[in-house]
């Protein structure tokens, strides 16, 4: 009786630590600055873009009122994966107390779960850098194309109904005017129906690099242009949010240091890149007959991908376009 009892509270407190290790990681993330993070009811959902109305027009005194709508974009499917795993709390570490071993198994059995989606999210972004249209993790291949057809990071991202192709893989290193040239692209995406979209990028997203630090931090780290002798004024100062994401490393290519930008809002509003948990983790514990063991089990079903591909464009990439 008084072992069964003493298992019942180390589940309580295993439980409570799961929940609290759980909210902790939430708040650490970066997916939720990367990703539009969404939750679903659904085996999968269609991901869609929509065009821009074409505005009012003048039609004189009395005029009959002209014709708009919308039309649909490129679509793409997102259909959510299972994901497992599971540990064991031996009857005799529960009896003898040991309550260091108890709390480390739970510890490093939520940080693989968090640490799993950080991978899974940098491997994705990791191989749109690379121009990739799939990424491996752990031997199942996943779509990471934007809703288009192509890459996320292209040099000729189609139409869907009007105008030219658009760039938004560039080949240019990072510097202060590779940052200004590269969000003036940016600003000048058009949409699926050649409508100006007022994108504009607030994010700037690069891995772990020594050098790539410095030049990021030098160019908007100071009011006064750090490449004039006379200080003139740097606009880029105060402007950029920075994400320095070293998961990112092991998914890019070896000494290459390519540089994002990103636009926060328009990544929320219309889902460049999303990210929907069908099934947030849940753990159940059971005691295995054989062995009296507390297993715990972990189960989730999540999936991310690449939609609207004018939230993101790329500096540093080898097969870019120079920047304009």
């Known amino acids: 009786m008084r072992s069964s009892a003493a298992s019942?509270?180390?589940?309580?407190?295993?439980?409570?630590?799961?929940?609290?290790?759980?909210?902790?990681?939430?708040?650490?993330s970066v997916l939720k600055d990367l990703f539009l993070m969404g939750t679903s009811d659904n085996y999968g959902d269609m991901l869609t873009t929509?065009?821009?109305?074409?505005?009012?027009?003048?039609?004189?005194?009395?005029?009959?009122?002209?014709?708009?709508?919308?039309?649909?974009?490129?679509?793409?499917?997102?259909?959510?994966?299972?994901?497992?795993?599971?540990?064991a709390i031996s009857a005799e570490m529960i009896e003898d107390s040991k309550l260091m071993d108890l709390k480390k198994q739970p510890a490093a059995f939520l940080t693989g779960y968090n640490?799993?989606?950080?991978?899974?999210?940098?491997?994705?972004?990791?191989?749109?850098?690379?121009?990739?249209?799939?990424?491996q993790y752990h031997g199942k291949s996943?779509?990471?194309?934007?809703?288009?057809?192509?890459?996320?990071?292209?040099?000729?991202?189609?139409?869907?109904?009007a105008g030219d192709n658009q760039c938004n893989s560039f080949k240019d290193?990072?510097?202060?005017?590779?940052?200004?040239?590269?969000?003036?692209?940016?600003?000048?995406?058009?949409?699926?129906?050649?409508?100006?979209?007022?994108?504009?990028?607030?994010?700037?997203?690069?891995?772990?690099n020594a050098d790539l630090k410095k030049a990021v931090f030098a160019a908007i780290g100071a009011d006064k242009d750090p490449v004039t002798a006379n200080n003139a004024f740097n606009y880029q100062y105060g402007r950029w949010t920075v994400i320095v994401w070293s998961y990112l490393n092991q998914f890019i290519a070896a000494g290459t240091k390519p540089w994002l930008l990103l636009d926060s809002k328009y990544n929320k509003t219309y889902g460049g890149a999303v990210w929907n948990d069908r099934i947030q983790l849940a753990v159940r514990s059971t005691i295995d007959e054989n062995t009296d063991a507390n297993v715990w089990r972990g189960r989730s079903r999540f999936n991310a991908t690449f939609n609207d591909w004018r939230a993101f464009a790329a500096g540093g990439i080898a097969s870019g376009n120079d920047l304009p």
């Open 8 to 28: 019942d509270v180390y589940k309580r407190q295993i439980r409570m630590f799961l929940e609290q290790r759980g909210e902790q990681f939430e708040q650490q």
């Open 115 to 135: 640490r799993t989606r950080e991978m899974f999210g940098a491997a994705l972004l990791g191989n749109a850098i690379r121009g990739n249209a799939a990424a």
């Open 173 to 208: 290193e990072f510097s202060v005017d590779a940052l200004g040239k590269l969000e003036t692209a940016m600003h000048l995406f058009r949409g699926d129906n050649d409508e100006i979209l007022d994108v504009a990028p607030d994010t700037i997203v690069i891995p772990e």
């Open 142 to 161: 996943f779509d990471i194309n934007a809703a288009d057809g192509v890459t996320l990071f292209h040099t000729a991202h189609p139409p869907k109904v």
């Open 50 to 87: 929509m065009t821009a109305m074409s505005g009012f027009e003048p039609v004189g005194e009395n005029g009959a009122y002209p014709a708009d709508g919308m039309q649909e974009g490129y679509r793409k499917l997102l259909v959510y994966d299972t994901w497992k795993d599971s540990f």
